[in-house]
Nanobody
Framework: QVQLVESGGGLVQAGGSLRLSCAASRIEFRLGAMGWYRQAPGKQRDLVATITSGGNTNYQDSVKGRFTISRDNAKNMTYLQMNSLKPEDTAVYYC?????????????WGQGTQVTVSS
């Protein structure tokens, strides 16, 4: 069973930085795009950033220029460097990874890590 484990969340003041990490383990199939989503209380889960195995990235408009996604294919890990954090970035951040199984991409999710930005 694939496992995604996030770390690096916490409490930070506005303008500060955090770096989230996500480790994928028990990978028995081809690992495709990885990414980060976030969900604030009472809101839907939204895309933050994604990165393909080849390194192509995509960002939500509100985080462009502040967040950077990266990955280490050898370690099956992805990272989210978050700078210039704002109170509206407060949310639970979820790591996601797509695995190629039986000619189909299947998404897997981590348990989430809380990020709280104080004003």
């Amino acid at each position: 069973q694939v496992q995604l484990v996030e770390s690096g969340g916490g409490l930070v003041q506005a303008g500060g930085s955090l770096r989230l990490s996500c480790a994928a383990s028990r990978i028995e199939f081809r690992l495709g795009a990885m990414g980060w989503y976030r969900q604030a209380p009472g809101k839907q889960r939204d895309l933050v950033a994604t990165i393909t195995s080849g390194g192509n990235t995509n960002y939500q408009d509100s985080v462009k220029g502040r967040f950077t996604i990266s990955r280490d294919n050898a370690k099956n890990m992805t990272y989210l460097q978050m700078n210039s954090l704002k109170p509206e970035d407060t949310a639970v951040y979820y790591c996601t990874a797509n695995l190629w199984i039986a000619d189909t991409w299947y998404p897997y999710w981590g348990q989430g890590t809380q990020v709280t930005v104080s004003s």
